[in-house]
């Protein structure tokens, strides 16, 4: 009995000794060393009081409910220094310059796209996590760094679900708050910083309401995690943007039964010259303005009142109010308008070699202008009369481009059951809403598709918000965008957008999985299949990032559903299945990337030498 009862204990020692490892590696998460560059350059892509803007305007997320000022107190979980410190939080990839300091619009002094909203209720100040957190890049080389304003970030942020290997944003936020509530000690310093004066009479409220918060992050991860809902990682850089709005909307606000896997991770696209564009979205499943960033703020945290807490119907002057801000939105998308593409910094990435980059131009001509080159939309043909110039997005089908399809499947094939929601088709109609697939009258509640129930839930979420605001007539119109309707349509297959500064933008296709302009350029045999992402390093003679393992690091495995490399290739044979254009010889993948560097900027553009281009054809068909 003796040694039955030594052995129980060794197994209760040794678990209880597991359990701590694992909560040691789960709290204290693998991230990336930051090391502060020699400098850093802003780019003459707009004013210095318009990059402010966009870098710290909230839109109407709250990150389930954290309160501003909590944020700023957190402490890690194993020391007492402060979670929010910038170069802690740039480990993430967040960007930060290293000479920034707390000003009244980023009071806090923290990384690009971390605002601050006040509720107009209650006066509360909460964490927003705005659109500049995820569409701002940077790319460093030789201890200097260039900002790329509307860029890809390069940041580890949605993922709540616990892993060894740690990483994610939401997984260490968690964590941060986890071991504060649960730590006397690191609480009582929390209280008195977020208390003042009021410290420790209101200690006891605090403690609730943060619990509260707190129950609600470590419920989705645990919603996530049992659910399997992200089995695809999305490491930096990336995230399944429309699967987690989905979920968000359908499964957090409707029914968990409307939960849906999400395996499809994107890139975040640069946003230069958006506003021109007749559809956004990868897979061009968006037009209005508005709506687009409506989604966008429901889909990172924007709170939706659709029931009450016992499940019963919400009055209807207060159903679908949510904590969306539109005039800020508004504010966002007008000052986008501004936002130039970058031009190639040649005093720190080096000079473009322009004998090179002219054949690069008639390279371009014959490879690329077909489907890249900005399709003007004649004024008596635009979707949006009072928008100059337009831009046509032609949407290239996945057995036409050959890339993963997860994403464009996924949107097209998924269903929800919105018949909780109590619609009528009556009700519907009455919405400033179009369908360019299908039509109403066919929809189905207990099954509708995942663009089409967004644009009607949208729909409401922003009559409600305008009423709030009191905007109505001429003026919504305008914030809108144009004038434009909620349209919606959904292809199997991605838009090619204009390449201005696409450059600034690695990696490349719409999931991240190529690594370089020259991997895209070439064979999909060519192409690494698994590649290390994470580094802001930058190469400019292959245009990307730098790719070899380091600490921190996060690995992208091709081979794994929703991250495929195929399609978009160039080899010779027929131009089908992926095969988009001939084979190019290593030195025409480099002069024409040098045509890329020097694109859309008129002063290089000029310097260009006169090269014929040979005609773009479809190439032969293999048919028989």
């Not at 409307?258 to 230069?272: E, G, K, T």
């Not at 490399?565 to 044979?573: A, T």
């Not at 992926?578 to 993948?589: M, Q």
Request: proline share 7%.
């Amino acid at each position: 009995m003796r040694v039955l009862r030594r052995v129980l204990w060794l197994v209760l020692f040794l678990l209880l000794a597991g359990l701590a490892v694992v909560l040691y590696y789960v709290a204290n998460p693998n991230l990336p060393t930051y090391q502060a560059p020699d400098q850093l350059h802003y780019l003459d892509q707009w004013s210095d009081q318009e990059r402010q803007t966009y870098y710290y305007t909230p839109q109407g997320t709250t990150v389930k409910g954290l309160r501003y000022e909590w944020f700023t107190a957190l402490e890690l979980p194993f020391s007492s220094d402060k979670f929010a410190r910038p170069e802690y939080l740039a480990r993430f990839g967040f960007l930060v310059d290293p000479k920034q300091t707390a000003t009244p619009q980023n009071p806090g002094n923290l990384p690009v796209g971390m605002a601050r909203h006040e509720d107009e209720k209650t006066g509360a100040f909460y964490l927003d996590i705005s659109c500049a957190a995820c569409h701002t890049g940077e790319l460093r080389y030789k201890g200097q760094a260039v900002r790329i304003d509307g860029g890809a970030a390069l940041h580890s942020l949605a993922s709540t679900v616990p892993t060894l290997r740690g990483g994610g944003f939401g997984q260490a936020l968690g964590m941060s708050m986890a071991f504060t509530y649960y730590n006397p000690l690191k609480f009582s310093r929390f209280a008195e910083q977020v208390l003042g004066e009021r410290y420790p009479e209101g200690k006891d409220d605090l403690r609730r309401d943060f619990k509260k918060v707190l129950d609600r992050l470590l419920g989705t991860a645990w919603n996530d995690t049992h659910r399997g809902l992200y089995p695809t990682q999305e490491g930096f850089g990336r995230t399944d943007a429309f699967g987690r709005i989905a979920n968000s909307v359908y499964g957090d606000a409707i029914s968990p039964d409307n939960y849906r896997v999400a395996d499809a991770p994107v890139s975040y696209p640069h946003l230069w010259d958006i506003w021109k564009f007749d559809w956004v979205q990868w897979n061009a499943s968006a037009m209005q303005p508005m709506a687009r960033n409506v989604g966008e703020a429901l889909g990172v945290g924007a709170t939706l009142h659709l029931f009450q807490p016992d499940g019963g119907a919400v009055p209807e002057a207060e159903r679908y109010a949510s904590s969306v801000r539109v005039r800020d939105l508004h504010t966002l998308e007008e000052t986008l308008k501004h936002l130039s593409p970058p031009r190639w910094p040649e005093e720190v990435f080096g000079k473009v070699d322009m004998a090179r980059a002219s054949q690069g131009r008639a390279l371009f001509a014959e490879n690329c202008a077909y489907c890249h080159a900005p399709h003007v939309v004649p004024a008596d043909k635009r979707m949006a009369p009072d928008r100059d110039p337009e831009w046509h997005m032609r949407v290239v089908p996945i057995e036409e481009i050959g890339t993963d399809s997860t994403t464009a499947d996924n949107i097209a094939d998924h269903r929800f059951d919105i018949s909780k929601l109590g619609w009528t088709r009556e009700q519907l109609a009455k919405l400033d809403v179009k369908l360019f697939d299908g039509n109403l009258d066919k929809i189905d509640f207990k099954s509708i598709s995942s663009a089409q129930g967004l644009a009607y839930i949208t729909a409401f979420v922003e009559n409600q918000a305008y009423k709030q605001a009191g905007i109505s007539g001429d003026e919504r119109a305008r914030m809108d965008g144009f004038g434009l309707p909620i349209g919606v349509q959904e292809k199997r297959g991605y838009k090619p957008r204009p390449l201005d500064g696409i450059w600034a933008t690695p990696p490349f296709l719409h999931n991240g999985s190529v690594p370089t302009l020259f991997q895209l350029l070439s064979p999909v045999t060519e192409r690494v299949s698994q590649f290390h992402v994470g580094s802001f390093e930058y190469d400019p003679k292959f245009v990307g990032f730098q790719t070899t393992a380091f600490p921190g690091s996060f690995l992208l495995d091709t081979r794994i559903k929703g991250n495929g490399n195929g399609g978009h290739e160039f080899r010779d044979g027929c131009r089908q299945n992926g095969v988009i254009g001939r084979a190019l010889s290593p030195d025409e993948r480099l002069a024409l990337i040098e045509y890329l560097k020097v694109l859309g900027n008129p002063a290089l553009e000029a310097q260009l030498s006169p090269v014929e281009p040979r005609p773009w054809t479809p190439g032969p068909s293999c048919e028989g």
